[in-house]
C-alpha cells in the first residue's frame, strides 16, 4: 500500500512538472521563432527587393533557406497561392495564420504584424516595398524584445509553479 502511495505521488509530481514546463517553455519558444520569422523575412525581402524574382520562387527560396521550424509556412504559402489563382497573396497569409498561433506560439500582434506584411506584398513597386520591409523588421524587434521580457519573468515561474503545485497536491492527499 506505500508503495501505491509512492508511486502515486510521484506520477502526480510528474504529470504536473511536464505541465508547468509545457507552458513555460511557450514563452521561449514564441522568441525563438520570432527570430526565425524575422530571418526569414530578411531572405524574403532580400529575394524580391534585390534580386526581383517572382513572388511564388521568392517564397521557395525562402522555405529552403530559412529555418524549416518557421519557413514551413512560407511553403504553404506558396502552394496556397498557386491552388488558388483568383486570390491574391494577403489571402495565403490569412491562410496560414491559423498555423503562426498554434505550431508558432506568436500572440495576436505578431499574427497581425505578418498579416500586414502581406497587405503590402506586391501592391507597390520596389522602393515602398524596402520600406514597408523596414517596418515590418523594426517591429519584429519589438516583439523580440517584449517577448524576451516575457520570457525572463514567466518562464521560470510557470516551471516552478509545476513542481510546487505536483508537492501541494501530493501533501494534500497524504
Known amino acids: 500500500m506505500e508503495v501505491l502511495r509512492i508511486i502515486g505521488g510521484l506520477l502526480i509530481i510528474l504529470s504536473t512538472t511536464s505541465i508547468g514546463f509545457y507552458y513555460g517553455n511557450r514563452f521561449s519558444n514564441r522568441l525563438e521563432n520570432l527570430i526565425y520569422i524575422e530571418q526569414c523575412i ?3 525581402e532580400t529575394e524580391i527587393v534585390y534580386g526581383a524574382v517572382p ?10 533557406k530559412g529555418n524549416k521550424k518557421v519557413s514551413f509556412i512560407f511553403e ?3 502552394k496556397h497561392l498557386l491552388n488558388n489563382k483568383d486570390e491574391d497573396i494577403f489571402q495565403s497569409f490569412t491562410y496560414v495564420s491559423d498555423l503562426l498561433k498554434c505550431k508558432l ?6 499574427i497581425e504584424m505578418f498579416l500586414s506584411l502581406g497587405r503590402m ?9 524596402e520600406k514597408n520591409f ?3 523588421l523594426k517591429q519584429i524587434a519589438v516583439f523580440q524584445n517584449e517577448a524576451k521580457l516575457e520570457r525572463d519573468k ?3 515561474m510557470y516551471k516552478n509553479l509545476g513542481i ?6 501530493v501533501i494534500i492527499l497524504l
Open 154 to 156: 514567466n518562464e521560470k
Open 105 to 110: 506560439n506568436f500572440k495576436e500582434e505578431d
Open 42 to 44: 530578411k531572405i524574403l
Open 121 to 129: 506584398l506586391g501592391s507597390s513597386d520596389r522602393q515602398d516595398q
Open 134 to 136: 523596414k517596418l515590418i
Open 55 to 64: 513572388l511564388p520562387d521568392a517564397l521557395t527560396n525562402v522555405y529552403y
Open 76 to 78: 504553404e504559402m506558396k
Open 164 to 169: 510546487l503545485t505536483g508537492f501541494a497536491i
